[in-house]
């Protein structure tokens, strides 16, 4: 079992923390190395978005961690953080989340966290940077993205306290980070919070190939598999997942 050593360094700005946390574990930085800024002005988002990170709008966090666990094993760590971002908010902000496959945080089927995890390699082994944005107010995202994207302040009807919330988070990742070891763990708990688990019918975008489907279950290293109309089942382990609305 792996117990999760944390040390947070906090920045006023940075462009993005996952990138200066790469750049610390390159240089030797220890797992549970965590960064938090007030900002970011080249926030990244999953497969190459931008991700709006303005000043106090959101939190914007990155954790280092050196799992241990096989490398097929490695997509339950986003899995694994959706578990975690879920009890902080629910634990810090009174909030009931849903997860969207992989690991987007949702409230009333409006995103309110992202997580974007990165495998590298540094002098001491390959790790991880797992990087949690979440929108703390409106003023987070674009206001083209009202439709699809909600905040903390929206969800609770006032201001959160990002320090409370980054103190559960903390709390929380240490928890859920020493069940990796028990990746049927991860993938019930995971499956018993997610409404795309199971008979959701959804539409996979992956590059250019396009699926829909409806689900049924996860795969023991977090792939979700989708019946097909054919009756075929697909596994998906990359790309967007959209809820599609029966007709
Ligand atoms: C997504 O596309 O949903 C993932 C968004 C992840 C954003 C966070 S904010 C903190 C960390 N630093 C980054 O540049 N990105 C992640």
């Known amino acids: 079992m792996t117990l999760l050593k944390l040390k947070v360094l906090r920045f006023e700005s940075l462009p993005s923390t996952n990138t200066e946390l790469a750049r610390l574990a390159s240089e030797g930085a220890a797992e549970g190395l965590?960064?938090?800024?007030?900002?970011?002005?080249?926030?990244?988002?999953?497969?190459?978005?931008?991700?709006s990170s303005p000043k106090g709008a959101g939190l914007y966090f990155s954790i280092l961690l050196r799992p241990t666990i096989?490398?097929?094993?490695?997509?339950?760590?986003?899995l694994m953080a959706a578990l975690a971002v879920g009890?902080?908010?629910?634990?810090?902000?009174?909030l009931t989340t849903d997860i969207k496959w992989p690991n987007d945080l949702l409230s009333g089927e409006r995103k309110i966290c992202g997580i974007l995890a990165e495998a590298i390699e540094t002098?001491?082994?390959?790790?991880?940077?797992?990087?949690?944005?979440?929108?703390?107010?409106?003023?987070?995202?674009?206001?083209?993205?009202?439709n699809l994207a909600t905040s903390v302040s929206k969800a609770m009807g006032r201001e959160p306290e990002r320090e409370a919330l980054l103190d559960a988070l903390l709390q929380s990742l240490s928890r859920w980070y020493p069940l990796l070891g028990q990746p049927g763990e991860i993938v019930a708990a995971w499956s018993g919070r997610s409404s795309y688990a199971t008979g959701k019918l959804v539409q996979v975008n992956n590059g250019g190939e396009v699926m829909q489907g409806t689900t049924c279950g996860?795969?023991?290293?977090?792939?979700?598999?989708?019946?097909?109309?054919?009756?075929?089942?697909?596994?998906?382990?990359?790309?967007?997942?959209?809820?599609?609305?029966?007709?």
């Open 123 to 146: 002098p001491g082994g390959r790790a991880v940077i797992v990087g949690i944005g979440i929108n703390l107010t409106q003023s987070a995202f674009p206001a083209e993205l009202a």
């Open 70 to 78: 096989p490398p097929n094993r490695w997509p339950l760590i986003t």
């Open 87 to 94: 009890d902080a908010l629910r634990e810090a902000c009174g």
């Open 34 to 51: 965590a960064i938090m800024a007030d900002e970011q002005t080249s926030g990244r988002g999953r497969l190459q978005r931008a991700w």
């Open 218 to 247: 996860v795969e023991p290293d977090g792939a979700l598999r989708l019946r097909i109309a054919s009756g075929e089942i697909k596994l998906v382990r990359a790309g967007d997942v959209y809820s599609v609305r029966p007709s």
